[in-house]
């Protein structure tokens, strides 16, 4: 709260707030970082919140603004060229080849106390 959004607001009470600010604030975090703006969005929330729980304010502006979107993202998919060798590698496992420990035969024996 503090890093985030006093910066911005703190020279208004949060009557003075309103969904227009809140919007365009949430607009400039957002092209900063979505989850900056997500954590700046639940912050303010909690604020307002809290006034109209304590009757300060009639409602919450933050309830008024606009979703934010997440950015879309890249799809990093594996080719069959990398697919394969970690194919065989994990057969090669399964079948006790490839694991050291599968391979050798270890006989359990009681502890001696």
């Known amino acids: 709260m503090r890093t985030l959004v006093?910066?911005?607001?703190?020279?208004?009470?949060?009557?003075?707030?309103?969904?227009?600010?809140?919007g365009r604030f949430?607009?400039?975090?957002?092209?900063?970082s979505y989850s900056r703006a997500k954590h700046?969005?639940?912050?303010?929330n909690l604020a307002f919140g809290?006034?109209?729980r304590c009757e300060a304010i009639v409602r919450?502006?933050?309830?008024?603004?606009a979703r934010l979107r997440c950015p879309p993202s890249t799809?990093?998919?594996l080719t069959i060229s990398q697919v394969r060798p970690s194919g065989?590698?994990?057969?090669?496992?399964?079948?006790?080849?490839?694991?050291?420990?599968?391979?050798?035969?270890?006989s359990w024996k009681p502890s001696s106390r």
């Not at 949430?26 to 900063?32: E, H, P, R, T, V």
């Not at 065989?88 to 270890?106: D, L």
């Open 6 to 22: 006093m910066p911005a607001f703190e020279h208004f009470t949060l009557r003075e707030i309103s969904i227009s600010k809140i």
């Open 26 to 32: 949430l607009k400039g975090q957002a092209k900063i």
């Open 40 to 44: 700046a969005k639940v912050d303010i």
């Open 50 to 52: 809290l006034a109209l």
């Open 60 to 65: 919450n502006a933050v309830l008024g603004t």
């Open 75 to 77: 799809v990093n998919s």
């Open 88 to 106: 065989r590698q994990s057969a090669r496992g399964n079948a006790g080849e490839g694991c050291p420990a599968r391979s050798r035969t270890v």
